[in-house]
């Protein structure tokens, strides 16, 4: 019998005594032999040490964890407890609502309303809804942020609301930074302090997100991912995350970065080797000489892009440079106790450890060369000097590609729908055309660049690649150079320190002066707010069907993602980002090719003006100082003049307003039983679509404009809304009314019923009649008819939108059948109440010949438990018959609680009522 007691021991940092779970000790009792424990591993085992209860955490539990395998024939299900909750605007506020309801609904069953309420600390950063709607111009900050508030004032109020209204929730107020970068910066502890039982105790930090992203505070050896926003709201309250024991995917890194490359080139090559291993649902750990050389920036841009090669997260463990960035970033003091108690822990990487792991992969950084990916997937790097010749291809005919590299020349749709654009044939050379803007004639053809952005958290938290690009604006400059007018450019750091270190460099005028201007603080491009182009120019791209392109320094790149007038989209490093700008063209080889003439006609070369890495290390050291970090983050939770001009007064209970076509009382509770219902076979239902592979929660959840046409637009036209005041889906995620009209809603989306034809239509059965998907399940709905989804490999991979699953169950879908899942879109069904299902392997709706147009049974519900078999029948219209077994994807007994409770909010809702 363990007792977790004994291993309690006192670390003393600063004359002051903490309290710490020594794992260590379980070692020397001859429980479990944990020095060869993977770092992330042991960072579990002292979590379920520490909240062993014996009934939440039990020992079973916590010997499971502590006797870590390197692989699992079947998933092994522990409970853990981060210490806190990460949230940005677009996901907190959907969470924020949902809390609200719950309030109601605890105050309607006669319970006490104030017991729903963040049971651990939550930081909701608002960051996500700011649009570069102006730019190129020294006060496109200021017009960007007025114009946010004046769309997103009802938002705000909500979240200043749940501020005063909630304990242990902090909220950091619009135009401070990007979540990720101010998690790292600021809010990532490492270690955290907190007093317990009279004294105080120190443990690991950890967390979940509501952002995939999250992943980014791996880079300083902090426990953290993306989850779907039900599940945050679970762990909010106090429930545990439930969590299968990953796979450790161990890379071993040597050697180090060439002169030129940065860690964007870096991080987009791990993302195509990783992505090709295949470590979805990994955990991926970093270790060997070459990581130790690595700073803690660049660490985290490869954490951060953990969603995009699959992993639950990229971790790095903490050691010296950990310590050193805590320091510069103003947190000596936590410096000190960091690297005590992680010393004492084993949770400090000497470079002299051995763990263990499932696998090693190698990495020599020598061999990385300078990168973009695109068009359209964020694994798919174009080393840059192919770059030319790539795009060649993309635009060929289908009969003229090559075969052998016919994968590349493939478009990923914001929907997801995998498809080849064939806009047009031209052998004979690209096409352009002119048109004039502001008394000037401007040419925009194939190739085109039309948005340059420095944006995104994956790299404005890194001085290297940022002052960087301040150097290369300055040699450029100073060189003639310039960006051509088709360009939208900006710049939008996800810190207010990264704007310091530029002007204390003196390197701002020269970002602007090639149009990257200040234009916000947040995620704009790389989630879609890169606002309008040119008038002009849409029109020369929508009237001849061009393929022009983005160029940013982000982590998502799905085609209509940027901007829907835009196909091709390319992620580059903030120093290529200003060099494409200048350049103007996607489809040119920038090693062989000038970047453009001087005033004098001489070619510039990318050479020429790309800085020295002496350079800019030594800028890094004279520029990047501890007292901006002190200065920007001793205000970060006083947001600005608009921010407290918003009039929130304090309440249990939120005032809903009916008239609001931004937040609404959702139906997740109405007619609620504190009984839970037996699970029933699924009868007579229809398919709502029939989709192929690698379906994003772009696709899925509603994401960017409200076309006017569709049900969401006609809606808010009802409403007396305005088209020009629709915003965007993002900020009207607070009102179930237009998200689950918007679901399924993709522009691009490719449901098979309907091919070739594209966007949120579907087929109503009996009738065959063509109609849109969401007034399709509403008449379903009426005539008490269940549906299901049709998916093939890869269903919800992307951004972890909790709309994708909550639209999904508000259209009347029961069960999505498909090929495989992407890890949080499967975790977020299940959330809900829907249930995930697989084909057998090589099966799919294709191979078993169906069209949509059957009607389906679903048994073996009333039984369920995890990855139960359930069969299914599907009777086609001339009533033949066609059955085959799906296995559930619920993974483990909580999973199977949660369906069976009807999702997540109502099983936490009937226990804190028991409770």
Not at 136 to 152: F, H, M, W
Not at 158 to 164: E, V
Not at 765 to 779: C, L, S, T, V
């Given at each position: 019998m363990i007792n977790r007691e004994e291993?309690?021991?006192?670390?003393?940092?600063?004359?002051?005594?903490?309290?710490?779970?020594?794992?260590?000790?379980?070692?020397?009792?001859?429980?479990?032999?944990?020095?060869?424990?993977?770092?992330?591993?042991?960072?579990?085992?002292?979590?379920?040490?520490?909240?062993?209860?014996?009934r939440v955490v039990r020992e079973e539990d916590l010997l499971n964890i502590a006797r870590w395998r390197k692989r699992y024939e079947a998933p092994v299900e522990i409970p853990y407890h981060p210490a806190r909750v990460l949230m940005q605007d677009f996901t907190g506020v959907p969470a924020v609502v949902d809390l609200a309801a719950m309030r109601d609904a605890m105050k309607a069953l006669g319970g006490d309303p104030r017991k729903i309420n963040p049971m651990?600390?939550?930081?909701?950063?608002?960051?996500?809804?700011?649009?570069?709607?102006?730019?190129?111009?020294?006060?496109?900050?200021?017009?960007?942020?007025?114009?946010?508030?004046?769309?997103?004032?009802?938002?705000?109020?909500?979240?200043?609301?749940?501020?005063?209204?909630?304990?242990?929730?902090?909220?950091?107020?619009?135009?401070?930074?990007?979540?990720?970068?101010?998690?790292?910066?600021?809010?990532?502890?490492?270690?955290?302090?907190?007093t317990s039982d009279g004294g105080m105790a120190a443990f690991p930090d950890s967390l979940v997100g509501t952002d995939s992203h999250t992943t980014m505070i791996n880079g300083i050896g902090v426990m953290g991912w993306g989850v779907g926003g039900i599940e945050a709201e679970a762990v909010m309250l106090g429930q545990p995350y439930f969590m299968a024991i990953p796979e450790v995917i161990g890379v071993r890194m040597t050697g180090e970065l060439r002169a030129g490359v940065t860690a964007t080139d870096l991080v987009l090559?791990?993302?195509?080797?990783?992505?090709?291993?295949?470590?979805?649902?990994?955990?991926?750990?970093?270790?060997?000489?070459?990581?130790?050389?690595?700073?803690?920036?660049?660490?985290?841009?490869?954490?951060?892009?953990?969603?995009?090669?699959?992993?639950?997260?990229?971790?790095?463990?903490?050691?010296?440079?950990?310590?050193?960035?805590?320091?510069?970033?103003?947190?000596?003091?936590?410096?000190?106790?960091v690297e005590r108690c992680t010393r004492e822990l084993g949770l400090f990487y000497t470079g002299d450890e051995t763990p263990e792991y499932t696998a090693v992969l190698d990495l020599d950084l020598s061999t990385v060369l300078p990168s973009l990916a695109g068009p359209s997937r964020p694994q798919d790097r174009i080393v840059l000097n192919d770059l030319e010749s790539h795009f060649d291809n993309m635009l060929k005919c289908g009969h003229e590609r090559d075969a052998d590299i016919d994968n590349i020349s493939k478009f990923l749709d914001e929907s997801g729908s995998v498809t080849h654009r064939e806009a047009y044939c031209a052998p004979s050379g690209r096409r352009r055309f002119t048109t004039n803007i502001n008394g000037r004639e401007v040419s925009v053809g194939d190739g085109s660049i039309v948005i340059a952005a420095i944006t995104s958290c994956t790299n404005t938290s890194n001085p290297y690649v940022m002052l960087g690009a301040g150097l290369l604006a300055k040699n450029a400059v100073e060189k003639g150079l310039k960006v051509p007018p088709h360009v939208k450019t900006s710049l939008v750091p996800g810190s207010k320190v990264v704007v310091d270190y530029l002007e204390d460099a003196d390197l701002m005028p020269y970002l602007q002066a090639l149009g990257f201007h200040l234009a916000g603080f947040?995620?704009?491009?790389?989630?879609?707010?890169?606002?309008?182009?040119?008038?002009?120019?849409?029109?020369?791209?929508?009237?001849?069907?061009?393929?022009?392109?983005?160029?940013?320094?982000?982590?998502?790149?799905?085609?209509?993602?940027?901007?829907?007038?835009?196909?091709?989209?390319?992620?580059?490093?903030?120093?290529?980002?200003?060099?494409?700008?200048?350049?103007?063209?996607?489809?040119?080889?920038?090693?062989?090719?000038?970047?453009?003439?001087d005033p004098n006609g001489e070619p510039v070369y990318l050479e020429d003006?790309?800085?020295?890495?002496?350079?800019?290390?030594?800028?890094?050291?004279?520029?990047?100082?501890?007292?901006?970090?002190?200065?920007?983050?001793?205000?970060?939770?006083?947001?600005?003049?608009?921010?407290?001009?918003?009039?929130?007064?304090?309440?249990?209970?939120?005032?809903?307003?009916?008239?609001?076509?931004?937040?609404?009382?959702?139906?997740?509770?109405?007619?609620?039983?504190?009984?839970?219902?037996?699970?029933?076979?699924?009868?007579?239902?229809?398919?709502?679509?029939?989709?192929?592979?690698?379906?994003?929660?772009?696709?899925?959840?509603p994401a960017g404009a409200i076309p006017?046409?569709?049900?969401?637009?006609?809606?808010?036209?009802?409403?007396?809304?305005?088209?020009?005041?629709?915003?965007?889906?993002?900020?009207?995620?607070?009102?179930?009314?237009?998200?689950?009209?918007?679901?399924?809603?993709?522009?691009?989306?490719?449901?098979?019923?309907?091919?070739?034809?594209?966007?949120?239509?579907?087929?109503?059965?009996?009738?065959?009649?063509?109609?849109?998907?969401?007034?399709?399940?509403?008449?379903?709905?009426?005539?008490?008819?269940?549906?299901?989804?049709?998916?093939?490999?890869?269903?919800?991979?992307?951004?972890?939108?909790?709309?994708?699953?909550?639209?999904?169950?508000?259209?009347?879908?029961?069960?999505?059948?498909?090929?495989?899942?992407?890890?949080?879109?499967?975790?977020?069904?299940?959330?809900?109440?829907?249930?995930?299902?697989?084909?057998?392997?090589?099966?799919?709706?294709?191979?078993?010949?169906?069209?949509?147009?059957?009607?389906?049974?679903?048994?073996?519900?009333?039984?369920?438990?995890?990855?139960?078999?359930?069969?299914?029948?599907a009777v086609t219209k001339d009533g033949d018959v066609r059955e085959f077994e799906t296995e559930s994807k619920l993974n483990t007994d909580i999973e199977v609680d949660y369906f069976q409770n009807g999702g997540i909010l109502p099983y936490v809702l009937r226990k804190l009522m028991k409770d």
């Open positions: 291993f309690l021991r006192q670390v003393k940092v600063d004359g002051r005594n903490y309290t710490v779970m020594d794992v260590r000790l379980m070692e020397k009792k001859g429980i479990a032999d944990i020095e060869r424990l993977p770092f992330s591993i042991r960072i579990l085992v002292e979590n379920l040490l520490r909240k062993l209860d014996g651990i600390p939550v930081e909701l950063i608002v960051d996500h809804s700011v649009q570069v709607d102006y730019y190129g111009t020294a006060d496109a900050l200021r017009k960007n942020v007025a114009k946010e508030y004046e769309r997103n004032g009802e938002r705000y109020a909500l979240l200043k609301w749940a501020q005063k209204s909630f304990d242990n929730f902090k909220v950091v107020p619009p135009n401070s930074g990007i979540c990720h970068q101010v998690n790292l910066e600021h809010l990532g502890r490492v270690v955290i302090t907190a090559t791990v993302t195509q080797m990783l992505r090709e291993y295949n470590v979805v649902e990994k955990f991926v750990e970093f270790f060997g000489p070459g990581m130790k050389g690595l700073t803690v920036p660049d660490r985290a841009t490869i954490a951060n892009m953990s969603p995009e090669y699959g992993a639950t997260m990229g971790f790095f463990p903490v050691d010296e440079k950990t310590i050193d960035y805590l320091d510069i970033t103003d947190r000596e003091a936590q410096a000190r106790v947040g995620c704009t491009t790389c989630i879609g707010n890169s606002g309008p182009l040119h008038p002009q120019i849409e029109r020369l791209i929508r009237e001849h069907d061009l393929t022009v392109a983005s160029v940013l320094s982000g982590n998502r790149n799905f085609e209509a993602r940027i901007h829907q007038a835009v196909k091709g989209n390319f992620l580059a490093s903030p120093m290529l980002v200003v060099a494409f700008a200048i350049a103007g063209r996607i489809d040119v080889n920038l090693l062989r090719r000038p970047l453009g003439l003006v790309w800085p020295r890495r002496s350079e800019i290390e030594s800028f890094i050291q004279r520029h990047v100082k501890q007292t901006f970090y002190r200065k920007e983050y001793a205000r970060i939770f006083d947001g600005d003049e608009f921010w407290a001009a918003l009039d929130t007064p304090e309440s249990t209970t939120f005032k809903w307003d009916e008239a609001s076509t931004y937040i609404k009382n959702p139906p997740y509770f109405e007619g609620f039983d504190l009984e839970v219902r037996k699970i029933e076979d699924i009868d007579g239902a229809r398919p709502l679509l029939l989709l192929g592979d690698s379906v994003t929660t772009d696709h899925i959840s006017a046409e569709y049900p969401a637009g006609r809606y808010l036209v009802e409403k007396g809304v305005d088209v020009k005041a629709f915003n965007s889906y993002g900020s009207r995620r607070g009102n179930h009314e237009v998200m689950m009209r918007g679901t399924f809603g993709n522009i691009r989306i490719k449901n098979q019923m309907t091919a070739p034809k594209e966007g949120s239509y579907t087929r109503k059965f009996p009738e065959d009649e063509e109609a849109f998907i969401y007034e399709a399940a509403m008449k379903y709905k009426a005539d008490g008819v269940p549906l299901v989804v049709m998916g093939g490999k890869e269903y919800g991979t992307g951004s972890s939108r909790d709309w994708a699953a909550k639209g999904t169950i508000l259209l009347g879908v029961r069960a999505v059948i498909a090929e495989s899942f992407e890890r949080i879109h499967r975790s977020n069904l299940v959330g809900m109440g829907v249930l995930p299902l697989v084909f057998k392997e090589g099966e799919g709706w294709r191979q078993l010949g169906l069209d949509g147009s059957e009607t389906y049974t679903l048994s073996g519900l009333a039984d369920m438990k995890p990855r139960s078999i359930i069969k299914v029948r």
